[in-house]
Structure formats: structure tokens, C-alpha cells
């Protein structure tokens, strides 16, 4: 199974700060790599989709870069309410498996 | 505007089949092409994919859940539905049904969630 490993754990940040969360799989994932927003009590948003295409409607302070095994998120600029735990999640190019990061809680400094 | 809603006991007890229900509006599950997924999130932890399946009834389930887990699709009453037997403490979570924006791709469309307890 491909195991995927998201850091850091948590981040504070202060508003207007670039900030980098980072995401690795253990073997190689093309670019089938996703990023999720998720506010406390809420379901997750889907941002991010095969690892650098932005959802329709999401800010353009939001991006995504990589592939193979090495990904990463970025806010160019933090705004108040992009405080949520984001979320990484790698899917096989077939059906067959998903896998989530373990989370990275974002708060504001 | 797609929705899907979940349904079903809040409360479990242990051994027993936890059973939820996603009913999908606003488009048929039989005539898209879709993989519609299950998702759980216990209290203040990660998102755990548990499976998902097509119209055609086509399942794929998270490997570390296979053993309990069921996953079907009633295309007439537009549901999908999950079954985990054998529950525990541990499969305490909000449960959410979930869509992708693509054949198999990331999950765009979410329902609410619904939070499932597992005790005596």
C-alpha cells in the first residue's frame, strides 16, 4: 500500500505569510494527489486536483506543485479564513484505493 | 445542484453492523459515471477512505476494512448504502458519502456527515 506522509503537523502563520505544506508518498504517484480544505464541523473541500489544477471557484492564492513523490501546497497569501486542517489524499490512476495524509491544522499567529 | 445526505442510527453497540444510507438529489447515481465513496473521520483525527462503488455495483473497499465492510447501490430509490459489522469503539466517526469530480478522482461533492457512536 502507498503510505503518505504530510508535514508538519500543524503550522501558525500570520496573515499574509506564504505557507508550504508538503506531502510524500512512498513510491511513485504520477500526479494523482489532491488537496482538501476542511473547517472545524464541516465536510472537506476539494481545492487542489492531480496535484497542481485549481478547483473551479477556489482563490488563486491556493496552488499545488509535483509529482512522483514529492508535493506541495502552498497559500501565496494567508487570509483569516483559510484556517482549517488541509489535507493531502493520493488515488490510484485506476479504481482501487484512495489514501489521505495525516492533516496539517492551520492557525493563524 | 448534486446533494447526497446521510442517514441512519446515531447510536451502536459494540458487535453489531453499523448501517448508513446516502441518498444522492439533484442527479441519478445510474446515469453518471461515477466510483460514489464512503469516508470516515473519528473525533479529532484524520479522514479514512472505506470504500466506494459504481452504478453497477463494482466495489473497491480500503484493505485494512475489507473484512467488514459492504458497500451497495439501490439505482432505483438513487442510495448507496455502507454496512461495517463487527464494530468497535475504534469505528467511532462522522461517516460521509461522497462523490468525485471524475470517474475515480478527488471527492467534489460531500454530504454532511453523520456522526456514528459505537457503545454499550
Known amino acids: 500500500d502507498i503510505q503518505m506522509t504530510q508535514s508538519p503537523s500543524s503550522l501558525s502563520a500570520s496573515v499574509g505569510d506564504r505557507v508550504t505544506i508538503t506531502c510524500q508518498a512512498s513510491?511513485?504517484?504520477?500526479?494523482?494527489l489532491n488537496w482538501y480544505q476542511q473547517k472545524p464541523g464541516k465536510a472537506p473541500k476539494l481545492l487542489i486536483y492531480?496535484?497542481?489544477n485549481l478547483e473551479t471557484g477556489v482563490p488563486s492564492r491556493f496552488s499545488g506543485s509535483g509529482s512522483g513523490t514529492d508535493f506541495t501546497f502552498t497559500i501565496s497569501s494567508l487570509q483569516p479564513e483559510d484556517i482549517a486542517t488541509y489535507y493531502c489524499?493520493?488515488?490510484?490512476?485506476?479504481?482501487?484505493?484512495?489514501?489521505f495524509g495525516q492533516g496539517t491544522k492551520l492557525e493563524i499567529k | 445542484q448534486l446533494q447526497l445526505q446521510e442517514s441512519g442510527p446515531g447510536l451502536v453497540k459494540p458487535s453489531e453492523t453499523l448501517s448508513l444510507t446516502c441518498t444522492v438529489s439533484?442527479?441519478?447515481?445510474?446515469?453518471?459515471?461515477?466510483?460514489w465513496g464512503w469516508i470516515r473521520q473519528p473525533p479529532g483525527k484524520g479522514l479514512e477512505w472505506i470504500g466506494s462503488?459504481?452504478?453497477?455495483?463494482?466495489?473497491y473497499y480500503n484493505p485494512s476494512l475489507k473484512s467488514r465492510v459492504t458497500i451497495s447501490v439501490d439505482t432505483s430509490k438513487n442510495q448507496f448504502s455502507l454496512k461495517l459489522s463487527s464494530v468497535t469503539a475504534a469505528d467511532t466517526a462522522v461517516y460521509y458519502c461522497?462523490?468525485?469530480?471524475?470517474?475515480?478522482?478527488?471527492?467534489?461533492?460531500w454530504g454532511q456527515g453523520t456522526l456514528v457512536t459505537v457503545s454499550s
Open positions: 461522497a462523490r468525485p469530480s471524475d470517474f475515480w478522482s478527488g471527492f467534489k461533492h
Open positions: 439533484g442527479g441519478s447515481i445510474s446515469s453518471s459515471s461515477y466510483y
Open positions: 462503488i459504481y452504478y453497477s455495483g463494482s466495489t
Open positions: 513510491q511513485d504517484i504520477s500526479n494523482y
Open positions: 492531480d496535484a497542481s
Open positions: 489524499q493520493q488515488y490510484d490512476n485506476l479504481p482501487g484505493m484512495y489514501t
